[in-house]
């Protein structure tokens, strides 16, 4: 049975950090592309960060460059969100994905996690 379940979210001040954490099961974890989106109230789900299967490339929305890192540990089947620098506009549930192009596209997603960033 496949599982991602996230981790790490809560209430923040605006700039300070939180880690997110998403622990994955049920699948071949090292081969799956992950990535982290967001949704806000109202909004469309939105990509936040993604990072290839090995590790070795990663990209960013333009809204969290520099403040947010994207790593993973495969050998602990876990994907994590370094956050860095909050703002009021970075509240939102995030989400874990993880992707791969096979004999077909295989995707599944965490429940998500609450992140607020508020005084």
């Known amino acids: 049975q496949v599982q991602l379940v996230e981790s790490g979210g809560g209430l923040v001040q605006p700039g300070g950090s939180l880690r997110l954490s998403c622990a994955a099961s049920g699948f071949t974890f090292s081969t799956y592309t992950m990535a982290w989106y967001r949704q806000a109230p109202g909004k469309e789900r939105e990509l936040v960060a993604g990072?290839?299967?090995?590790?070795?490339?990663?990209n960013y929305a333009d809204s969290v460059k520099g403040r947010f890192t994207i790593s993973r540990d495969n050998a602990k089947n876990t994907v994590y969100l370094q956050m860095n620098s909050l703002k009021p506009e970075d509240t939102a549930v995030y989400y874990c994905?993880?992707?791969?192009?096979?004999?077909?596209?295989?995707?599944?997603w965490g429940q998500g996690t609450q992140v607020t960033v508020s005084s």
């Open positions: 990072i290839r299967s090995a590790g070795t490339s990663t």
């Open positions: 994905k993880a992707e791969r192009i096979g004999f077909r596209l295989y995707v599944y």
